[in-house]
């Protein structure tokens, strides 16, 4: 008797707050920001971000010195050659004097592009769109991004507003904390100025 008297005090609760008509639910705004905006530069928001989640920062004024340093980095650390996750990435690390490999799973340095970065959250976003397809099945142990000064933006809808009407694929967005914890060793995001 006593579960059915329980019972009923709760369907009573639910039937009055059904009845009640005159209380708005109040629908979250879709164009409003989720998140604090940013007032500090991005690139130094996101830098600082990713440096103290373990990933190194690599600021360069042109692809030259875009270049200069990803041969050193790959002097300084025996490095032989890239895994490029396009083919159009992969032609243009050759021209370059890049040796690069297409999706080849042996291959322990992985270099991609990516379609924004959000500086607050330390998130990069990586979509099909940038000509991946399925060649980035898993992160290799050792990841390298390449990313424009115009990439990195305050907020998701600002890179989510930029996608093509067609939308791609998939849209991957991963967190240098998680990703250096969970899958990679080593994440190196390089940031070229335009």
């Known amino acids: 008797m006593k579960n059915s008297s329980e019972k009923e005090k709760i369907l009573k609760l639910l039937r009055d707050s059904l009845f009640r008509g005159d209380e708005q639910i109040s629908i979250a705004d879709t164009h409003e920001e989720i998140f604090t905006p940013c007032n500090d530069d991005p690139v130094m928001v996101f830098a600082e971000k ?3 989640d373990g990933g190194r ?6 692809e030259a010195e875009l270049f200069e340093n ?13 895994n490029a996750y396009s083919s159009n990435l992969q032609n243009y690390l050759q021209q370059n004097g890049l040796s690069s490999t297409l999706a080849d799973p042996s291959t322990n340095v992985g270099i991609s ?6 500086a607050p959250t330390g998130s990069i976003i990586i979509t099909s769109a940038q000509g991946v397809g399925s060649s ?6 050792i990841m390298i991004v390449v990313a424009m000064t115009s990439q990195i933006y305050t907020s998701y809808k600002q890179i989510l507003n930029l996608l093509p009407p067609t939308p791609p694929e998939w849209i991957i967005s991963i967190k240098s ?3 250096i914890e969970e899958e990679i060793k080593e994440l190196y995001l ?5």
């Open 50 to 52: 990713l440096s103290s």
């Open 57 to 62: 920062f690599v600021y360069c004024q042109n």
């Open 70 to 82: 990803l041969k050193n980095l790959a002097s300084y650390r025996n490095w032989t050659h890239y």
């Open 113 to 118: 592009l990516c379609q924004g970065i959000v």
């Open 136 to 141: 980035l099945i898993h992160f290799p142990q």
């Open 177 to 179: 904390s998680k990703l």
């Open 190 to 194: 390089f940031v070229v100025d335009e």
